[in-house]
C-alpha cells in the first residue's frame, strides 16, 4: 500500500472541499461591470440604465449594472435542473475552445456571427462561440430596428460575455475543457480545479468588495491605457486572453503530483496579476462596446 500517496492527496484535500465556479464569479463580473459604467457616456448610462430597468426575471438582486453582469450566468442555469432547455441553448456561448497551442480562432470559432433574417440572437445556434455571440448581440444593440425585449437581451448578454472573454481559461482548451479536469491546490486555499481558481480564487485575492476593487483598478487605468484597450475587435481580444492562458495559466502551472497541482506563491503572484489586467481591460472595452450601440 502506498501510504505516502494517501497521505499526500488526504492532506491535499483536506485543505477544503471543490466548490462549484461560476465564469469570473459574480465577483469578476460586477466589477466588469462598475468598471465599464464609470467610462460610459452620461447619455449612455442612462440608456443602459433604462434597459436594464425593463428586466423582470427576478434572476438579479437588482437591475443595476453590477447585478445585471451576472444575469447571464443565471439565466443559463434556471433551467439547468429541469427542462435544460436555456441551459443547452445558451452554455457554449460562455467560451471559445481555442487549442492551447492555435494561433488564431479556427475552427473553435469558425465566423458563424450572420443570423438569418428572421432568427434574433437570443435564439440563435447553441453551438456559436463567444466571439459570433458578442458581434450578434452588438449588431443588435446598435438596430433601432430591434424589439425592445431583444435589446435588454443583447445588452444582459453583453454585459457577460464581454467579462468571460478576458478570463484567459474561457479562450482556451487543452483537451480538458479550459482547466475545469486540472485538480489544483494553493496553501491555504481550498483545493479545486484551475478553471474555478482563474473564476474566482485569483479574483478574490484583489479584495473581496466588487466596487472598492473596481474603484482600485479605475485609479489604475491611465488614458493611454484606455485608449488602447478600447480598440481591436473581440476576435482580437480573445487571442489576447489565449496567450495569457498559453504563458501563465497553463505555460507556468508546476508538475502535477498524485494528478494535483500545487501552486506556488509565484504562480498565483502572476496569475492575480494578470487577472487585475484582465478585469481592467474587459471594463474598458464593455463601455465602448455600450458607447458605440448606443451613441448619445
Sequence with gaps: MNWSRILWTS??????PSVPAWPWGD???EIVGIVADHYLDPAVREKVQALLAMDGSGLT????IASESTWADRYRDSDRASSRTRYLQTREWHYADIELGATGLHPACPDDSALPAEVVASQGAPHDCIVDKINQFRAELSSARTPAPERLLALQFLLHFVGDLHQPLHAADDRDHGGNEVRVVLAGSRAGNLHQYWDTLFVERLGM?????AATLIDDITPAQRREWASGSPAD????SHALAQTIAYGALPPGHDG???LGASYA???TAAVRLQLERAGVRLAAVLNAALPH
Design 237 to 240: 481580444w480573445a487571442m489576447q
Design 209 to 213: 468588495n466588487s466596487a472598492a476593487v
Design 260 to 262: 494535483i497541482h500545487v
Design 27 to 29: 465577483e469578476g463580473h
Design 269 to 271: 503572484d502572476a496569475a
Design 61 to 64: 438582486a437588482d437591475t443595476g
Design 11 to 16: 492532506f491535499l484535500l483536506s485543505l477544503a
